[in-house]
């Protein structure tokens, strides 16, 4: 078993220690009238082989996946399942030594969260060696054109620091950013995992060249905007000589920055731009009332019209696709105002609609801004 550590979204944290409660809950359940059946044994010799007997038991439970006791068994198989979703099946040449290097890799950014919340999982040798290799192989053209960028203007995320004369563009920045969204880490893939276990659909919305860029210029100015945020409290923070006042005060802005980013009053990543925009739609359809679940026969089929992540053996023709993670409370929102709307109306919207127009009306406004 090798350990992988990496950082989680806030609500992947929260949603796992939830779901880990749930299941330490069902292991219980499992146990205690075990344990009642064994007190009522009063030999010593046949209450111990019952037991031994209930301990196999219980470790075939575990190891079939029926009992979760931690979240190595939980997420070490929706990492498998990830690749193969993604067609990341190998085989694939051993990641050579330099690959293998300490310190975060090429396209990983600030957006998760910083160590204090990072987590481990142990993956079984073989699963890890795989993750490793097909992220570093599948991604090698991405990072090569980031390394050359990188190469010219330094390697800072933000840029504060450029060389005289050799400070980037707006464009060259957002050139940057776009290579960046698209490399995919381990890290990228373990929290596709975790969505895969909490019940998050990653919907998958095709766009056009102009499109795809346009997207890019809205979220480059609303980083900007993020940074924008940052700075006069940076520089407040230079100012305080005393390390645990300098400490609070961090802690205090970051707390404050989370909250604006979870409001979406501060937007930093390409899931809250969508997921804002989607909201956007939502209102101006006029669909922001509290809808009713969804009957029997249409919840079975509910998510199947809703983007998804294509099969590797698709060929269809695109320019580019943007990902967008549907957390439980809002995608069920968005899967039972289609449905409810939808017979309102007389004819069908689904999910993939409403997330397609959703794009379009957000890349028009950045096309028209650029």
Not at 5 to 30: C, H, K, N, Y
Not at 51 to 72: P, S
Not at 132 to 137: G, I, L, P, R, S
Not at 216 to 239: G, I, Y
Request: glycine share 6%; net charge neutral; proline share 6%.
């Amino acid at each position: 078993m090798t350990s992988k550590t990496f950082v989680p979204f806030v609500d992947q944290g929260e949603a796992l220690r939830e779901l880990m409660r749930a299941e330490q809950i069902r292991v219980s359940q499992w146990k205690a009238p075990r344990k009642r059946e064994a007190s009522k044994i009063e030999n010593p010799t046949e209450r111990a082989m019952l037991r031994a007997q209930q301990k196999k038991d219980f470790e075939e439970e575990v190891k079939a996946g029926r009992l979760i006791t931690t979240r190595d068994t939980l997420i070490g198989p929706a990492v498998k399942a990830e690749l193969d979703a993604r067609g990341w099946t190998g085989p694939y040449d051993p990641v050579p030594p330099l690959g293998r290097g300490g310190g975060r890799r090429w396209g990983s950014t600030n957006i998760h969260g910083d160590k204090r919340h990072q987590i481990s999982v142990r993956l079984d040798d073989d699963l890890h060696e795989r993750l490793e290799a097909a992220c570093f192989h599948e991604t090698a053209d991405l990072v090569n054109q980031l390394e050359a960028f990188y190469g010219n203007f330094g390697d800072s995320s933000h840029l504060p620091d450029a060389r005289p004369g050799e400070e980037p563009t707006a464009l060259a920045a957002r050139y940057r950013d776009q290579l960046r969204s698209e490399i995919i880490t381990t890290g990228d893939i373990m929290r596709a995992a975790i969505d895969r276990v909490i019940g998050v659909i990653p919907a998958v919305v095709n766009v056009t060249q102009d499109q795809y860029v346009a997207l890019h210029v809205v979220l480059f100015a609303e980083k900007e905007r993020a940074r924008r945020w940052w700075r006069p409290r940076n520089k407040t923070m230079k100012r305080m000589t005393d390390p645990q006042e300098r400490k609070r005060a961090r802690d205090g802005h970051e707390a404050a920055f989370t909250a604006a980013v979870n409001a979406g009053e501060l937007i930093v990543t390409m899931d809250g731009l969508l997921t804002a925009a989607v909201h956007a739609e939502l209102e101006s359809r006029g669909w922001t009332e509290k809808y009713k679940p969804l009957p029997p026969e249409a919840a079975r089929t509910a998510g199947q019209n809703a983007p998804r992540p294509p099969d590797a053996d698709q060929n269809e023709a695109r320019d580019h696709q943007v990902r967008l993670r549907l957390a439980g409370p809002f995608g069920i929102h968005l899967e039972r105002a289609c449905y409810w709307e939808s017979t309102k109306a007389g004819h069908t919207v689904t999910p993939a609609d409403v997330l397609a127009d959703a794009v379009a009306l957000l890349a028009a406004t950045g096309l028209s801004d650029t």
